[in-house]
Structure formats: C-alpha cells, structure tokens
C-alpha cells in the first residue's frame, strides 16, 4: 500500500465509530448489551443487519435498533418562527432555506418535522430526536397544527360547515381536526387545525371551494406557540416543552 492510500485510510478510519459504541451512545443499553444485541441480528446499518462484531460506522449512517432509528448525538429541539422567502428544505441548492435560519442554533445535525411553503409564515419545529419525528408522522394519530389563514374574499358559512364535516375532493376525503372564523376578525380570517405535517392540505381546501389565500401562518405546534418568538428568530426548547411533546 502507497503512503499516500495509507494516510487516506487513516483519516477514514478517525471518522468511524465502533457499532456498540454508536447504540450505547444513543442511550439504548450498554455496549456489552450491545454486542448480544447485534450478535442476534437486532440492529441493521443503511437497511442491512449487520452480526459483526467490532464493525465501525459513520455518525450519519442510518442505524436502527429493532426496527427504530437511533443517533448517538445529543438531543437538540429547536423552535423557529419562519419569515416569507425560505423553503423548508434540508437540499442545498433551493436558495434561502430554514436551514440557513437555524444554522447557528445547534451542532446536532437537526432536520425540520414537515413542510412550510416558501412564502407561508409561522412555526416549524426542528430536531433530531427520531422519536418525536414519529410521533408527527404517526399516520393515526399525529401532532395537531393551528394556522392563522386570512384569505383574499370571505369563507361563507356553509363552506366553512362543510369543512368542518370532510369532504371529497378528486375521490379522496379531506378532513380537519377543526376550523372557526377568528374572532373579532372578518370572516376572511380563519383558525383552521390539522394533523397533516405539510400544507398542501390547506390549499386543496380553499382551491376546491375557490378562495384564494393571503396568508398562511402557522401559530402553534401541539402545545408549542409563538408567544414571546419573533419572525425568524429560533429558540430551544424547555424541558417543560420537551416533555410535553413527549407526553402527547
């Protein structure tokens, strides 16, 4: 082997992490427990199992333990309230991105939960806590968001009773968790609840009915608000907030 192939090696190798080390990190078990556990094919690394004992791998690989994603970095919970002009996108490349925004917030390699338009406003929650990823894009249950919608002409009431009870659209039925005129607004101000972790939904609802929307702006995230968090700034979270989120 050449010198040069040598010292490349070696710096491959210092960016390695021995599996049992990585599972034990994450908080699962002990290292011992986890070379039982990756002896009898618990854990698989990029969607294969892997029984090898001292296998080594990188800090972004995908490592599930019984079928659950594990990080061994330190949990991070960030809450941002997104301004017009950054799409919500983890991609280099889509120009001004959320990812910019919360750039200084964490050395933790955190990803936003769902979607914001890039000219829509309001909270996104980002981390890297796999759990809580589940518990949004639980497909039965899931984590209610409330969005403040002005929308450019008024909803009549007989719209906003139909959305309240579903609807089909192209075959398919469009619920909500709820929907309501703001009060003390007009009736092109709407508080409208869904479980949905993007908002296409929303915009299907007003296209099908041909309302054109203003603004969409997302004030709360299950027990999380806005209060005391200006446009494009961040924070992190409470551990008050953090186990109310855990709890839901």
Known sequence: MSKKASNSSSKKVTSLIRLNKYISNSGICSRREADMYISIGNVTVNGKVVTEMGYKVKIEDEVRFDGARINPEKKAYVLLNKPKGFATTTSEGKGRTVMDLVSKATASKIRPIGRLGRNSLGLILFTNDEKIHGKFTNSKHGVTRLFHIKLVTSLKLEHL?????????????????????VEGAKKNEIGLQIKNTGNTIIRTIFSHFKYEIETL???????????????????????TEISQLMML
């Open 161 to 181: 009773k139909t959305i309240e009870k579903g609807f089909k659209h192209q075959g398919k039925l469009i619920a909500v968790a709820a929907i309501s005129y």
């Open 217 to 239: 702006d997302c004030v709360g995230i299950g027990p999380l608000t806005k209060k005391d968090l200006p446009r494009g700034h961040w924070k992190h979270l409470s551990e």
